[in-house]
């Protein structure tokens, strides 16, 4: 078995999964309880709070645990609302995760105007139009760090320029860059809201963060209990936290050395396949982009045909592209590249994670070559290509 499906969730690291075990195993008290077990539980919430915020740059009081990007990204958009003074308008990036543009559609309902900011051909933000578009009346920008299907790293100063010269506040959803690439809210130009997720770092499903510069931005999604700065209602996911914290101080400890192993893995894979099959091109900006994705479009087929006949040889993948029940839908994110419909479904996406080897690499190229020398023989034989 070859995973490489890292963008769409990773296997708990060894150290996580001790971390986590030694906790399941273990008799823990609600982090709300006064007594000595309840205390414990709130110590060790808050530890992995401090992790993650070392990981973002960020004071431990700004950031908020929540059960997603996803929350968090709902969250984050919500700020519109409370950013004051007369701005109606959003503006989202065309290539957002699906959870931004969902979160952003009420509010377009309830009298908000929310406007898509276009890419180039190299998936980055036209920060050109993007500085044309913000302005008085904007409330929040929200365009992201690094894209999930291709890898592409947006200017997140840039844009943070751009929206804060219009006094509009800017959300970046930074879920695919923590682990990927350094992050520092404290940066000069920096977003005012930024969202991660654990899963995405070799850390548990169902926990992500929203760090908020300004925690009287945001509204409580989920009413209760006071947890969370009285933001989000609910018993802490106390397991899902720790873990999160866990996969966040490991991922930044040697951030540099073991991106550049992801790199040489992903480069690896990516330059067999292209030299076998001169045909096949690079989706995204090669070289402003993360170092464990590589989004590839393959002429003559259909990508579900080729991850079926990948999936048949252990090696696991995905098409760019959100399915629906009949049909994948083309991915917006190639769409809005300017891709065709069928170039669109033509590409699939390979990433690679901290538990990929250089071996894996290599072999992984051999059978995406031949499974669509394969593909492309029986779609001739059939005349279907
Ligand atoms: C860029 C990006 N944002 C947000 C999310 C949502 O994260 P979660 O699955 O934790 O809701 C994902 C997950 O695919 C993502 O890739």
Redesign the pocket.
Known sequence: MIYLDN??TTFLSPTVRSRIGSLIAAPVGNPSSPHRLGQEARALVEKARDQVAAALGAPSECVLFVA???EA?AMAIAAAQTCGGDRDEIIVSAVE?S?VGANAAPLGRSGYVVREAPVVGSGHIDLDRLAGMVNERTAIVSV?SVN?ETGVVQPVEAVAEISHRAGALYHC?A??ALGKIPIDVGARHAPDLLSV?A?KIHGPTGC?ALYARDLSLLQPLVGGGDQEQGLRGGTENLIGAVGFGAAAAERVRDLAAVTALLAACRDSFEHAVLAAEPGVTVNGDRRHRVGNTSNLRFPDIDGDMLIAALDDRGLYCSQSSACTTARPTPSHVLIAMGLSEPEAYASLRFSFGVLNTQEEAEHAAHCVVDAYRDLVDRLRRIGAA
Request: proline letters at 0%; glycine letters at 12%; aromatic letters at 0%.
């Open positions: 963008n769409a997603s990007g996803s990204n995760h959870s992201q999930n959803d879920a695919q997720t899963h992500g």
